[in-house]
């Protein structure tokens, strides 16, 4: 088991930190980081006094936003944003609102998605990945669980573990999810996946989890949430919702699940093949033909 936490989320550009932080910030905290997302430009020009008058909320509050984020102070999260500020894609989140109708959805939840993808990536811990997969490869048993819509996510990741042979389940009920959790030890591990950290059920999943001695790694778009900080491991996702449903967050943990699959892969390719041979042959007489 491992002794001490790793939190990835240090990394990313200023925007992506920002974005990272959302979960983690109060709804005051959260207008003021949704503020300068949405006007970066204006943001690097204005003080902390300017930007917490337009908002109306206090400087302490923009300054705890800071320092909640990552950043020492407003000026060091102002030096980071200029630094970033030739490197933000072309399509922001806030140019997709501008398009009405129909295809103007398509076109704000194919952004947000992308913006996604590209957050978490640039958001991801490279040896917090390698020990992920570390981990992964070396356990005796893998216990992946999540409910709702990361409950989606942790049957794709169950699915793919079980393509390369590794001993897995992913029940979907938190109560069996509890129970397989209660017969594990220091050579399984168990996976959590939660949007934003703070439901019960993968709370109590990773604490029966590590009184039973097993690893444990949670994806999660909350790197200060208490699941978090209960795990040993995090892997953090970014989204910038359009609504209250965690859409754009599902695909990007649907995109870590992937990548850890595609380097689990790249680690046995033989192993891989063989197994992906065996079940194609398995079921190709139920092909219609």
Request: with cysteine.
């Amino acid at each position: 088991m491992i002794d001490h936490p790793n939190i990835s989320g240090g990394g990313g550009n200023a925007a992506s930190r920002l974005r990272s932080a959302l979960p983690a910030l109060s709804d005051s905290e959260r207008r003021v980081a949704s503020w300068i997302l949405d006007n970066i430009d204006l943001a690097i020009r204005q003080s902390m006094s300017a930007i917490a008058q337009t908002i109306e909320v206090s400087d302490t509050t923009v300054l705890r936003m800071c320092r909640t984020a990552g950043f020492e102070g407003f000026t060091d999260l102002k030096l980071a944003l200029v630094r970033d500020s030739g490197e933000r894609p072309a399509r922001a989140l806030d140019q997709a609102t501008e398009v009405e109708g129909d295809f103007g959805w398509a076109n704000r939840v194919f952004t947000a998605n992308i913006q996604a993808i590209s957050d978490t990536l640039t958001m991801l811990d490279q040896p917090t990945f390698t020990r992920a997969l570390d981990l992964i490869t070396g356990a005796r048993h893998i216990l992946i669980g999540g409910i709702g819509g990361s409950g989606i996510v942790a049957q794709a990741f169950y699915q793919r573990c079980f393509r390369l042979g590794l001993h897995c389940d992913a029940p979907v009920d938190s109560q069996l999810q509890l129970m397989h959790a209660s017969l594990l030890g220091p050579k399984d591990i168990v996976v959590t996946i939660s949007y934003s950290g703070i439901t019960n059920d993968p709370v109590l999943l990773l604490q029966e989890a590590k009184a039973r001695g097993a690893s444990t790694l949670c994806i999660t778009g909350n790197q200060r949430s208490p699941l978090a900080r209960l795990a040993d491991l995090v892997l953090v996702s970014v989204s910038y919702e359009l609504r209250s449903e965690p859409m754009a967050a599902q695909i990007a943990q649907l995109t870590l699940v992937d990548a850890l699959y595609a380097a689990l892969v790249a680690r046995a390719p033989d192993a891989a093949q063989m197994n992906e041979e065996r079940m194609v042959n398995a079921i190709l007489p139920k092909s219609i033909r």
